[in-house]
């Protein structure tokens, strides 16, 4: 059974910094991309980051480009999300992705909600000015 546990969120001021973790159990998942997705209520889910699983391939959102670092630690099985400068707009729930099939992610999908099967139970962030 996939299972992915995210951590870290809370409440920052704009300028600040947060660092979150998901920790993803299930051999289903061993070898397969993940991502970072983000939800504010009223909105759709928004694409933040992803990345390979060998961690040689990232993707950003423009809007986070430069601030937030999307990483990995296989032997932990962890993928993390260093957010720093954080923004009012940043404010959101955000959830821990990993792709439906292996494979399913790459350069013309990888901000598609739906080539992503798995998902956390999200992490609320908060940033107050």
């Known amino acids: 059974q996939v299972q992915l546990v995210e951590s870290g969120g809370g409440l920052v001021q704009a300028g600040g910094s947060l660092t979150l973790a998901c920790v993803y159990s299930?051999?289903?998942?061993?070898?397969?991309?993940m991502a970072w997705f983000r939800q504010d209520p009223g909105k759709e889910r928004e694409f933040v980051a992803a990345?390979?699983?060998?961690?040689?391939?990232?993707y950003y959102a423009d809007s986070v480009k430069g601030r937030f670092t999307i990483s990995r630690d296989n032997a932990e099985n962890t993928i993390y999300l260093q957010m720093n400068s954080l923004k009012l707009e940043d404010t959101a729930v955000y959830y821990c992705?990993?792709?439906?099939?292996?494979?399913?992610?790459?350069?013309?999908?990888?901000?598609?909600?739906?080539?992503?099967?798995?998902w956390g139970q999200g992490t609320q962030v908060t940033v107050s000015s």
């Open positions: 992705a990993a792709e439906r099939n292996r494979g399913n992610v790459g350069s013309g999908t990888y901000n598609r909600a739906g080539v992503y099967g798995y």
């Open positions: 990345i390979s699983w060998s961690g040689g391939t990232t």
């Open positions: 299930g051999r289903t998942i061993d070898y397969y991309s």
